[in-house]
């Protein structure tokens, strides 16, 4: 993110996207290259994320999961194509906060159904399968360019990357550390039972509320940050 943050801020334009950023350093194969792969990993990280959202949303409104992920494919990308990036960010500001109470009520009433014996299991087999998960945590550095258009100064640039960073690597260990002593767990068979955000939704708790909401301001938080990313590349383009 640190390299990106650097060839970003070199570039005389100063309001740039990967696109410009690998045609400066590449050439234009490597623009071409990055290009596709970028906009390829763009596409993956909204289907992703897409898909959640809408599988929460539609109980919520009663509608079958399909319709649920157009409602929320359609209000996003209203959203983000009606306002400045500014405001956009502005709202995921907001979003990001949601998230931050979400997880703190999470941990507050898991903690009192967690148990702490099942932290202990491993499965180094399943290593090779999260790949793809441990890899969409990178995906926030699609949004530095913006960052560095927004901010300007280097030095808010690095500052808010650091703390961002330390955020993001505090809630992942909360996160991963909460499920992994809810989620049910088959000793017979030495595996899940069943999919832990299932698992954790079905708790009669406010522990379910708080997943639901959670993942909603996750999920709503990286389409806009896509979706502003996408902009500026082709804006750029």
Same mark, same amino acid.
């Given at each position: 993110?640190?390299?990106?943050?650097? =060839?970003?801020?070199?570039?005389?334009?100063?309001?740039?996207?990967?696109?410009?950023?690998?045609?400066?350093?590449?050439?234009?194969?490597?623009?071409?290259?990055?290009?596709?792969?970028? %906009?390829?990993?763009?596409?993956?990280?909204?289907?992703?994320?897409?898909?959640? #959202?809408?599988? $929460?949303?539609?109980?919520?409104?009663?509608?079958?999961?399909?319709?649920?992920?157009?409602?929320?494919?359609?209000?996003?990308?209203?959203?983000?194509?009606?306002? !400045?990036?500014?405001?956009?960010?502005?709202?995921?500001?907001?979003?990001?906060?949601?998230?931050?109470?979400?997880?703190?009520?999470?941990?507050?009433?898991? #903690?009192?159904?967690?148990?702490?014996?099942?932290?202990?299991?491993?499965?180094?087999?399943?290593?090779?399968?999260? /790949?793809?998960?441990?890899? @969409?945590?990178? %995906?926030?550095?699609?949004? /530095?360019? !913006?960052?560095?258009? $927004?901010?300007?100064?280097?030095?808010?640039?690095?500052?808010?990357?650091?703390?961002?960073?330390?955020?993001?690597? =505090?809630? @992942?260990?909360?996160?991963?550390?909460?499920? /992994?002593?809810?989620?049910?767990?088959?000793?017979?068979?030495?595996?899940?039972?069943?999919?832990? /955000? #299932?698992?954790?939704?079905?708790?009669?708790?406010?522990?379910?509320?708080?997943? !639901?909401?959670?993942?909603?301001?996750?999920?709503?938080?990286?389409? $806009?940050?896509?979706?502003?990313?996408?902009? @500026?590349?082709?804006?750029?383009?």
């Amino acid at each position: 993110e640190l390299l990106v943050d650097e =060839a970003t801020s070199n570039d005389s334009d100063g309001d740039v996207s990967y696109s410009s950023l690998a045609r400066s350093t590449l050439g234009g194969g490597g623009e071409r290259a990055v290009g596709t792969l970028f %906009v390829v990993l763009m596409v993956a990280t909204l289907a992703s994320q897409l898909s959640k #959202a809408g599988g $929460l949303v539609a109980p919520l409104l009663g509608l079958p999961y399909a319709a649920g992920v157009v409602v929320v494919a359609a209000s996003l990308a209203a959203f983000s194509a009606a306002n !400045t990036p500014r405001l956009v960010s502005r709202a995921n500001g907001v979003l990001t906060a949601g998230f931050a109470a979400s997880l703190a009520v999470l941990c507050a009433f898991g #903690a009192r159904l967690a148990d702490p014996a099942l932290l202990v299991r491993a499965d180094w087999a399943a290593c090779p399968a999260s /790949i793809p998960s441990v890899l @969409q945590l990178l %995906v926030f550095c699609e949004v /530095i360019p !913006t960052l560095v258009a $927004l901010l300007g100064s280097r030095a808010r640039v690095r500052r808010a990357l650091r703390l961002g960073s330390t955020a993001l690597l =505090a809630i @992942q260990l909360c996160w991963s550390t909460l499920g /992994i002593a809810l989620a049910p767990y088959d000793a017979a068979a030495s595996g899940l039972a069943a999919d832990p /955000i #299932a698992g954790l939704l079905a708790l009669s708790s406010p522990v379910a509320a708080a997943v !639901t909401a959670l993942g909603l301001c996750a999920s709503t938080t990286t389409v $806009l940050g896509t979706n502003l990313a996408l902009r @500026q590349f082709f804006d750029d383009a």
